[in-house]
């Protein structure tokens, strides 16, 4: 049952951190939406856009921040998993940390949606 609950949370976690993408987007006023295959927003499919490097960081960062301190620690205090949480929040912005150091020495700052 406890393996079950952690799946369930780890999806809340994913969802919730895409959220966080979603509203760094929506700042910058840059048009956003739900992808239908997931429940995931992102920028429209086969869409690039241009955004300067604090822009790009930021929406890169956006994830890990939100879905931290709007899911993990409140589950860490409240059901004690934030081993398991944290980990999982970690490991699912390497991406994200990753696409932020290359921000740096871009020239030009290009999202694609994938």
Do not use: C
Not at 15 to 25: C, D, M, N, P, R
């Amino acid at each position: 049952m406890k393996f079950i609950f952690l799946v369930f949370m780890v999806l809340i976690l994913v969802i919730i951190h895409e959220f966080g993408h979603f509203l760094a987007y929506k700042i910058y006023k840059i048009p956003a939406h739900f992808r239908k295959s997931l429940l995931a927003p992102g920028i429209s499919p086969n869409e690039t856009i241009i955004v300067t490097k604090t822009q790009g960081m930021v929406i890169a960062l956006s994830g890990f921040v939100f879905s931290t301190v709007i899911f993990v620690l409140p589950s860490a205090l409240i059901y004690h998993l934030w081993k398991a949480l944290l980990v999982g929040s970690v490991a699912g912005s390497i991406a994200d940390y990753l696409w932020a150091v290359s921000m740096i020495f871009s020239k030009k700052v290009r999202i694609q949606s994938t």
